[in-house]
């Protein structure tokens, strides 16, 4: 395996057998407290692997997994196949392709990490990696960016926005995470891109880890950095999606996820006003709100269900906040 066959992942780990993609700069690890992103900067979410072949199969192999999880096979940007994979499995194989030269997608597990050994075609077929050209969509925020509860990886909603706007992705989705570290700010300025989402808010609440004090000072400090390199980049700030309980009830600084939307609001506002014509501002209840709480599974995650849901509605959600801009 070399580089030039994976996609969506910030580094890639050279390891004796294999490689590793990473969602941070993996030689960067220890400044990504705790334990780079409380493990999460290693998941695959929206890492792939993308080849064109006339192979009728492909098998990706990879070290023991840690725990199940699941691949899935693209053909032509339509959905082929789902290998559901145990813990301890060395490989995914997806059989009974179409004949004839076809690009390949291979979307890698979006919750746990991997080390991908070696990628295996039929003896007379031939395969190569392929160049990306589309846009760079960069996606920063929580679990319900990461979307570890989706059906597989394919259908994580970032991944079926990203095909109907017509971008690759890097998803930098962390599940229990997504507290507007500097270091994340640092990294999306760092990176490549033609347009930048953020998804901000929920687990500031549910871990209490910013005060309404200093909420709007760290959100500005996160757009402000990434706005060292990406001056004119459209730039999309999301509210939290609805809460149930956490509309109403304050948590331990006081705050509520209302309170967070208007704070969001009012930041983007101020950036417009100081000349940011690039950055925009979507209510998160408007592209998933009270009307849509029975596909919460828990009160707070969107679910299978809620995931696609969220994928089919970011295309026009998007061209709404930009157009409104």
């Known amino acids: 395996m070399t580089e030039e066959w994976f996609h969506g992942a910030v580094s890639l780990e050279r390891r004796e057998g294999g490689i590793k993609p990473w969602r941070i700069p993996y030689m960067d690890y220890e400044l990504y407290p705790p ?13 792939r692997l993308q080849l064109r072949t006339d192979s009728t199969a492909v098998a990706v192999a990879f070290a023991p997994l840690a725990d199940d999880a699941a691949m899935d096979c693209l053909a032509g940007e339509e959905w082929f196949q789902t290998a559901n ?15 004839g ?17 070696g990628l295996m075609i039929d003896d007379e077929a031939a395969g190569v990696p392929l160049q990306d050209d589309r846009p ?9 960016t990461q979307c570890v509860a989706a059906s597989s990886p394919s259908r994580a909603w970032p991944v079926i926005a990203a095909a109907a706007c017509g971008f690759q992705l890097t998803n930098l989705g962390f599940s229990g995470n997504c507290h507007m570290e500097p270091m994340i700010g640092r990294l999306i300025r760092d990176l490549p891109a033609d347009f930048i989402s953020i998804c901000a808010g929920v687990n500031i609440y549910g871990a209490a880890t910013l005060s309404p004090r200093m909420f709007k000072p760290q959100l500005i400090g996160l757009l402000e950095t990434i706005r060292d390199k990406h001056r004119d980049t459209p730039l999309l700030v999301i509210s939290p999606i609805y809460g149930t309980v956490r509309e109403t009830e304050p948590n331990l600084l006081g705050f509520t996820l209302p309170m967070m939307r208007e704070a969001i609001r009012e930041t983007v506002a101020l950036l417009r006003e100081r000349g940011d014509r690039h950055i925009y501002y979507q209510d998160g209840l408007d592209w998933f709100g009270p009307d849509d709480a029975a596909f919460l599974t828990d009160g707070l995650h969107p679910g299978a269900e809620g995931y696609e849901l969220l ?15």
């Open 85 to 99: 994979l145990p813990a301890g499995t060395t490989e995914a194989l997806f059989s009974g392709l179409p004949g």
């Open 101 to 117: 030269i076809k690009v390949l997608e291979i979307w890698l597990p979006q919750s746990i990490g991997m080390t991908v050994t």
């Open 35 to 47: 334990e780079g992103i409380e493990g999460k900067a290693e998941i695959c979410a929206g890492v």
């Open 311 to 325: 994928g089919r509605r970011f295309r026009g959600m998007r061209e709404a906040a930009l157009g409104a801009g």
């Open 136 to 144: 760079r969509w960069i996606t920063y925020g929580s679990s319900i």
